[in-house]
């Protein structure tokens, strides 16, 4: 045996939502609760790209979306994996989440790795229009299980 195994006790599939201020304040409040969400019900997704990306999708939303109204987080947690959506009142689509990579980002420049972050990080990712502007998301994989030989 190679020491890894799947779950033992399936994840009870679970959700969280929250609203946001949308200001940079709500970037460490979104990481948190990522965190804890997916230790609350021990699932084992990387916890730290989780968090990564959570921030990227939050900061783009704070900074990239007009209006002062809050901004939504939502955590679904199933078996075999999780997925993050971060909800903002505008209905534009987010940059380049979905297309291909034409150029490198400027390694001089301060921004525009978060979204080559999100779908390099990610096992999937994407946009969605909703009734009051717009839901982008990514899921992670759960991880397999090591054990102790």
Avoid: Y
């Amino acid at each position: 045996m190679n020491g890894i195994t799947v779950h033992d006790h399936p994840v009870e599939p679970a959700s969280w939502r929250i609203a946001l201020p949308h200001t940079a304040a709500a970037v460490p409040v979104a990481r948190a609760l990522v965190r804890s969400a997916l230790a609350e019900v021990g699932h084992t997704a990387d916890r730290d790209t989780a968090e990564l990306l959570t921030a990227e999708l939050v900061a783009n939303a704070v900074e990239h979306t007009a209006g002062r109204g809050p901004i939504e987080l939502v955590v679904e947690v199933r078996a075999t994996g999780c997925q993050v959506e971060v909800h903002d009142p505008d209905p534009s689509p987010p940059g380049h989440l979905t297309r291909p990579v034409i150029e490198t980002p400027d390694v001089w420049q301060e921004g525009g790795r978060g979204l080559l972050l999100i779908r390099s990080l990610s096992s999937s990712c994407g946009h969605r229009p909703t009734p009051s502007g717009k839901a982008v998301w990514f899921t992670l994989p759960a991880l397999p299980v090591r054990r102790r030989a």
